[in-house]
């Protein structure tokens, strides 16, 4: 089992740039979170799918962040006009989705740098 | 506003000592609670969990204990290693299908 892989491990994008980012679930997991880890916030809830379907996206800056998961091994977190504050580690995880397994298998993540 | 809550920010211990690391909630709808371990440039990744129906959960060195009442746990890790140095999270969420909240977290050294 590869682990959730997350590519490219780092981007460095200029102010204003667009950067996107990609998730592979661990085969068979139903749901995948996005989530962003930075020293100043902590670990904050971007957005999750569950079966590919959009659940809850409550944590994302609705401006210009969108997050897709067009099939069940992939899904994409796009940045558009990026800014300073984006700079970030962004962390995908999946979880089997089972009832009473609520464990997240993290990505090594994507570490975002804006200048 | 923060729904989890962990203290210390940071906490030194030496080797051989018992470390105790806090952790608070507010809503009392959340049921599952993870701790995971973060080794510096590494992702999270879990290390013990319980869930709203028990009061203690062990495994190994490390215990969870929860006082339900008082929306508490804490995690004990007994003979402290070395090793065990690391950022450790606790988190929270409404049920296991539910995206998880986390505090922000408690960075611990462990000194030979």
């Known amino acids: 089992n590869a682990g959730v892989i997350q590519t490219p491990r780092h981007k460095v994008t200029g102010k204003g740039q667009e950067a996107t980012l990609w998730c592979e679930p661990i085969?068979?997991?139903?749901?995948v979170f996005w989530y962003r880890q930075t020293i100043v916030q902590g670990l904050e809830f971007l957005t999750y799918f569950r079966n590919q379907a959009p659940i809850d996206d409550s944590g994302m800056p609705k401006e210009r962040f969108s997050a897709q998961m067009p099939n069940q091994s992939h899904s994409t977190l796009k940045i558009q006009s990026t800014q300073p504050q984006d700079s970030a580690v962004y962390l995908c995880a999946s979880s089997p989705g089972l009832v009473n397994t609520g464990q997240l298998y993290f990505g090594e993540g994507s570490k975002l740098t804006v200048l | 506003q923060q729904q989890v809550r962990q203290s210390p920010q940071s906490l030194t211990v030496w080797e051989g000592e018992t470390t105790i690391l806090n952790c608070s909630y507010e809503d009392s709808t959340f049921d599952y609670f993870p701790w995971y371990r973060q080794f510096p440039g590494k992702s999270p990744a879990l290390l013990i969990a319980i869930s709203l129906v028990s009061n203690k959960k062990e495994d190994g060195r490390f215990t969870i204990f929860f006082n339900k009442r008082e929306k508490k746990l804490s995690l004990h890790i007994t003979d402290s290693q070395p090793g065990d140095s690391a950022t450790y999270f606790c988190a929270a969420s409404v049920d296991s299908g539910t995206y998880q909240r986390f505090g922000t977290g408690t960075k611990l050294q462990v000194v030979p």
């Open positions: 085969s068979g997991h139903s749901a």
